[in-house]
């Protein structure tokens, strides 16, 4: 009898979730009552749930059939299913396609008793079917609009195939090109990463998480695993909270400002203890100070590599730990399913924390509309019309061509297209490698540099050599390609890395051309003609006195899908360059870090010489070979009357500078004019000799000239004082504005602040 009633009692409460759950009202309700009904909803799911069922929605597992880390959990694929049904599955990554998912959402919601549906999560990271630039080279174009609408197509083609959740954007801060997922950020600068950070996380999520192709973002990875030891990856971070919160943190904040739905933890100790344990990083400061709402996803293992780090002793004390920093989801560590039951039980965990953070993954499925319609992103009919379509194709074309930047040009740029061109090198035809890191599921045959050239100026005049490798010792083709070069007007030289030489885990000690390039274009250039040598790598290369030696550099990165298309309307003028580094290029390895927002030291080198006695190499100078913010265009712009409207100003008050820019040559192009801000003197705390504080992207036709204006507020000017409190202070500063970081791009003005 008592049962029969448990029983009715349990199947109402079914019905009013159900009923709740499918109110034909939601869209038309408020925003502030819309938050209040998930919390009521989510409310009334979580109080159904079983203890077990609540630890399922807590665990992410992977397609075991797609790894992307190394894989200590042994489940198959059946035994996935056979966890979803028992309801011990909140969440799968991995696993894509429209008719995949659906029959996995299908046991989801029809059989496991709780009926909550999946979360399918996948590292879109640069494009999905349709392949975009790695970030590090779409971040070059400083082009918010073309990044925010590279992610929007990643949003429309991931969900059309089933998924609902992306892990990126990725917004550490590398100031190490040895590290090999330099390649997955926006680069060195903590300004306009953040700014791209807030972009990529627009383009994902879109509008509202409820609107159709829009995806749970996932700012990762939290926080400061850019600043590996050495560049190599999964490395200890130790470094100053001073550090942290000036250069690290920001784009991160950035991301949860711009409503981003989802954390992921990183791999690395940071000051000693595993960020994934870390109640420091992800609850002091991301929920109490940040006010972060949204759950936190582990990154692969990295609960239980607090074990391996040495702070753990088991996979129980690793949960612990991961739960008091507040991680609501484990991914592929197997810690929260297998131990966290017990931990409850003995007291160890509390049920208010389990519920906290299944109340926040419900909160994000109830968000996305997943339990109004947990097909939402089930149809394969869409699947196929929205994969690789023309405008997806399109905005590809667009955001390469955006993100390459010319690093040198005397006079050999653009090419004639009736010119005959020799296209050396082996990066030149492929495939494979145009599309760089996480980008395995994508579009697999690119358009390489030579079809994208053959596309555009036929076959009549054009000739191929491969003339290497890109990473072996063999020099028996070099010859040949001498022998094309000879044949031809121009070279076009294409050299650089391959797609898995960057990325996690692609750690490298050399920034050279890797094999016998560097042998490959020295040859080359003993033929006496002109080459424009055109790189493709994931992080910055030295290329030594070739830099010297060579009259045009275009720096490439990994474009894509439509790489080819891209280069080849660079390399003819029909897109006049704009893109700008956003990492500092070593002239060695042996300056790293390097970067451009760096402290004056107490011994300077000034003028770049030798001297005894202060802060200089006795073999190389501080400067780099190309600097953050440096790119060349097949136009000039002449930068003139650099004014400020007032000279001083009051802390709490606001200034404007303006500055002319004009095109003096003779093409129509785009400008990335850059403001910096020294502040000279600060009470006992040393500042970076400049700071990014804004950017302004311009057009300019032929004679054509603009007044750029930057407000200057007292956000700009503030620093963390001595108690690592925020303020504004009194004092002068040096406002610059010009083309690229360097001293000598630089117009400078004076601002006094006062009280
Ligand atoms: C490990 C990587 O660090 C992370 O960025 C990625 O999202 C996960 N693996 C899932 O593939």
């Given amino acids: 009898m008592k049962n029969t009633l448990k029983k009715k009692k349990y199947y109402l409460a079914i019905l009013c979730v159900v009923l709740v759950a499918s109110l034909p009202a939601y869209g038309a309700m408020t925003k502030k009552s819309k938050t209040k009904s998930i919390e009521q909803r989510v409310d009334s799911v979580l109080r159904l749930m079983t203890l077990e069922e609540k630890i399922g929605q807590m665990t992410q597992l992977s397609n075991p059939n797609i790894p992307t880390g190394p894989t200590y959990i042994s489940v198959e694929k059946a035994s996935n299913v056979a966890l979803i049904r028992e309801g011990k599955l909140g969440s799968i990554l991995n696993i894509t396609g429209a008719d995949l998912t659906r029959r996995m959402q299908e046991v989801a919601v029809n059989e496991s008793r709780i009926k909550i549906p999946l979360l399918f999560g996948f590292d879109v990271i640069h494009g999905f079917k349709t392949v975009f630039p790695i970030p590090l080279a779409s971040a070059c174009s400083w082009d918010m609009a073309a990044i925010a609408s590279a992610e929007r197509v990643a949003a429309l083609e991931s969900s059309a195939a089933g998924l609902h959740w992306t892990f990126a954007p990725m917004v550490d801060i590398a100031r190490d090109p040895r590290w090999g997922r330099i ?27 409820r609107d159709d192709a829009s995806i749970l973002a996932c700012v990762k990875h939290f926080a400061a695993y850019g600043n590996a030891e050495a560049g190599r ?25 711009a409503g981003v739905a989802t954390v992921m933890s990183s791999f690395n100790e940071f000051n000693g203890t595993p960020a994934s344990g870390s109640k420091f990083l992800l609850t002091d400061i991301l929920r109490n100070e940040y ?80 339990f109004d319609n947990p097909y939402k992103y089930c149809d394969s009919k869409k699947e196929k019309s929205v994969l690789l379509n023309k405008e997806n194709l399109a905005k590809a074309l667009d955001v390469a061509k955006r993100s390459i930047v010319l690093l040198k040009n005397d006079n050999l740029l653009p090419l004639s297209k009736t010119a005959k061109v020799a296209i050396i090198g082996p990066l030149a035809d492929a495939p494979k490698e145009m599309n760089g890191c996480w980008a395995w599921y994508g579009e697999q045959s690119p358009v390489t540099f030579l079809s994208g050239v053959r596309n ?66 020295k040859e080359i250039l003993k033929t006496g003609k002109p080459v424009v040598l055109v790189m493709t790598n994931g992080r910055p290369i030295t290329l030594g006195s070739l830099n010297d030696s060579v009259p045009a550099i275009l720096e490439t990165w990994q474009l894509g899908t439509r790489a080819g298309d891209a280069l080849a309307e660079v390399l003819f003028g029909d897109y006049n360059p704009s893109g700008k580094l956003t990492t500092t290029f070593p002239i060695t ?18 003028d770049g010489k030798r001297q005894g006695y202060n802060s200089r190499y006795i073999d190389c100078g501080n400067f780099p070979q190309y600097p953050f913010g440096f790119g060349l265009s097949y136009t000039k712009f002449e930068y003139s009357d650099f004014k400020i409207d007032k000279s001083s100003m009051a802390k709490t008050d606001k200034a404007t500078v303006s500055v002319v820019v004009k095109n003096t040559g003779s093409y129509d192009g785009e400008e990335i004019v850059q403001l910096y801000i020294r502040d000279l003197v600060a009470y006992g705390v040393s500042r970076p000799v400049k700071e990014l504080k804004g ?4 057009t300019l036709t032929k004679g054509e000239q603009k007044t750029v204006r930057f407000q200057i507020t007292p956000e700009m000017l503030a620093y963390y004082d001595l108690n690592l409190k925020k303020i504004v202070e009194p004092g002068d500063f040096s406002i610059m504005v010009g083309c690229s970081s360097a001293d000598k791009d630089l117009l400078k003005l004076n601002l006094t602040v006062i009280e």
């Avoid at 121009?490 to 960057?502: A, F, H, Q, T």
Wanted: include cysteine; glycine fraction near 8%.
């Fill in 456 to 521: 555009k100026i036929g076959s009549s005049h054009l000739i191929y050599a491969k003339g290497c490798n890109i990473n072996d010792a063999t020099t028996d083709s070099i010859a040949y390609a001498v022998s094309v070069a000879k044949d031809a007007d121009v070279v076009v030289l294409c050299v650089g890395e391959s797609g898995d030489m960057s990325g996690e885990s692609n750690s490298r000690t050399s920034l050279d051309l890797p094999g016998v390039q560097s042998l490959l274009v």
């Fill in 589 to 606: 390895i042996g300056q790293v870090p390097i970067y451009y927002n760096h402290k004056n030291t107490g011994r300077p080198n000034i």
């Fill in 233 to 257: 990856d999964y490395n200890t971070t130790d470094m100053s909270e001073r550090l942290l919160r000036e250069i690290y943190l920001p784009p991160y904040k950035a991301a949860i400002d």
């Fill in 695 to 698: 950017f302004d992207k311009i």
């Fill in 183 to 209: 390649a997955e950020g926006a680069g060195e600068d903590p300004f306009l990463g953040s700014a791209i950070a807030k972009a990529r996380v627009q383009g994902f999520q879109g509008k509202n998480l």
């Fill in 291 to 370: 006010g972060f709402k949204g759950f936190v996803v582990s990154d692969w293992n990295s609960i239980s590599e607090i074990i391996t780090h040495g702070a753990a002793k088991d996979k129980n004390e690793a949960t612990i730990f991961a739960m008091n920093a507040n991680i609501d989801m484990d991914m592929q560590n197997n810690c929260y399913p297998k131990k966290l039951k017990q931990l409850v039980e003995e007291g160890k965990v509390t049920v208010e924390q389990v519920n906290k953070a299944v109340r926040r993954i419900l909160r994000a499925k109830f968000e996305l509309g997943l």
